[in-house]
């Protein structure tokens, strides 16, 4: 099981530049997160999807956007991008049917972007 | 809005001490995590508590949690030097259905 994968490792982009990053979640599991993480900060919900829609969102400008495929991979589209932008991205997966498990959601290694 | 409180932000100890982190959140929640997060590293799941006086342990780290206080502890027993890392915790209230709200972390040195 390769678990959570992500890609790009680390990303530099300049200002009002555009950016797409991708996950993979871990077999089994069929609901992406992805998550901002400004550095000294703990992760900062931006959206989830579940069945190729966003179920839910966090406090993210409309800049940011998100695709999950039929594979449940997912990516994240992150346009106009400003300095604060830069970021940890980390995306982290589950199988929705959290009620009765205990699993837990896993994270992948993270986006590392600068914006210039 | 959740929101995640921990305490101490930043723990120097020894190696061989003993110490407390402390998780409070703001609102009803029925799962609370812990990760740990090694410098540039991603987020390492410690353990998943799911009702209230539960705990768990693992090696020299144990979690509980009072649902009713709406606290967690992370306590550490006997620290060694490999235990430095960031610690937070997150708590998901399923009405949310898995967003984590994530404590401010803290960030443990244990001093050779």
């Known amino acids: 099981d390769a678990g959570v994968t992500q890609s790009p490792t680390h990303l530099i982009k300049t200002r009002g530049q555009q950016v797409t990053l991708r996950c993979s979640p871990k077999?089994?599991?069929?609901?992406v997160s992805w998550y901002q993480q400004a550095l000294g900060q703990g992760p900062q919900f931006i959206f989830q999807y579940y069945e190729e829609e966003e179920r839910q969102r966090g406090n993210f400008p409309d800049r940011f956007s998100g695709h999950q495929f039929p594979n449940y991979s997912s990516e994240l589209n992150v346009n106009a991008l400003l300095l604060g932008d830069s970021a940890l991205y980390l995306c982290a997966s589950s199988p929705l049917g959290l009620a009765e498990r205990t699993d837990t959601q896993y994270f992948g290694p993270g986006t590392r972007l600068t914006v210039l | 809005e959740l929101k995640v409180e921990q305490n101490p932000l930043f723990l120097s100890m020894q190696e061989g001490k003993n110490y407390t982190i402390y998780c409070n959140y703001s609102?009803?929640?029925?799962?609370l995590y812990w990760y740990r997060q090694d410098p540039g590293k991603s987020l390492e799941s410690l353990f998943v508590l799911l009702s209230n006086g539960a705990v768990k342990q693992e090696g020299r780290l144990m979690a509980s949690l009072d649902t009713k206080a709406r606290l967690s502890t992370l306590h550490i027993t006997a620290a060694v030097h490999d235990l430095s890392a960031t610690y937070f915790c997150a708590v998901d209230n399923r009405r949310g259905g898995n967003k984590l709200t994530f404590g401010t972390g803290t960030q443990l040195k244990v001093e050779l």
């Open positions: 609102t009803t929640s029925d799962r």
């Open positions: 077999s089994g599991h069929d609901t």
